[in-house]
């Protein structure tokens, strides 16, 4: 069954037919994230696959926080794709590598039910895999070791510095001004981007 696009209270409801799927970012604890292009316009998204039993907890809460964090954030809501059809799911479920699919496993089942949230892609890594490293997507690894100079030692503790400062200014607008908590707070949810080398917060 395929969603008709639309829109309501400033929010895109848009259909999965409007996206070419590219290929498998992460699983975490509440969603299976693909790298997408939004075929009409050609602009990358990150595709949020969530399972629909948290469709009411999105809408009630999550959309309206989002909208209020959005300050501390270069990753902005796109849109929502209320309804995934069970094929694309199983497509989805492919993409997977094989060493990831054993948390995905619901994504494969014929009574799989999904929704998608839409958000602006940030074309970067993680905080840990700047830091160590990633074989399998060909990162290399960045924080100085034993051999290195002076001089890349203070480069990288600089760096280090900068994102601490940029990420306590965002923890400040969240925590302080908006009283969220955000309970999750670790290098893998901490993302560098390529193109500015600033910190984001997942």
């Known amino acids: 069954m395929e969603y008709k696009k ?4 400033g929010v895109i409801y848009d259909c999965m037919g409007e996206y070419a799927i590219k290929k498998f970012i ?7 994230v693909f790298k997408g292009e939004k075929t009409s316009v050609g602009r990358t998204y990150a595709l949020k696959f969530r399972e629909v039993d948290r469709w009411g907890d999105f809408l009630g809460y999550e959309l309206k926080t989002l909208s209020r964090l959005e300050k501390c954030s270069t990753s902005k809501l796109a849109g929502v794709i209320p309804i995934v059809d069970q094929n694309i799911l199983q497509e989805l479920y492919r993409m997977i590598p094989d060493n990831k699919r054993k948390f995905c496993e619901k994504l494969n089942s014929p009574d799989a039910q999904y929704f998608c949230v ?6 970067g890594c993680d905080l840990k895999e700047y830091c160590d490293g990633d074989e399998q997507k060909g ?21 280090l510095l900068n994102w601490t400062m940029q990420f306590c200014e965002i923890m400040s607008h969240v925590t302080g ?16 981007s390529n193109e500015t080398e600033s910190s984001n917060l997942l």
């Open 177 to 192: 001004e908006h009283r969220y908590l955000h309970l999750d707070i670790k290098p893998e949810n901490i993302m560098i």
């Open 118 to 123: 839409v958000e602006d892609y940030i074309a």
């Open 139 to 159: 990162l290399q690894a960045h924080t100085p070791n034993l051999n290195a100079s002076y001089e890349q030692v203070v480069v990288f503790q600089r760096k």
């Open 26 to 32: 992460a699983v975490g604890g509440e969603s299976i």
């Open 6 to 9: 639309s829109s309501y209270d």
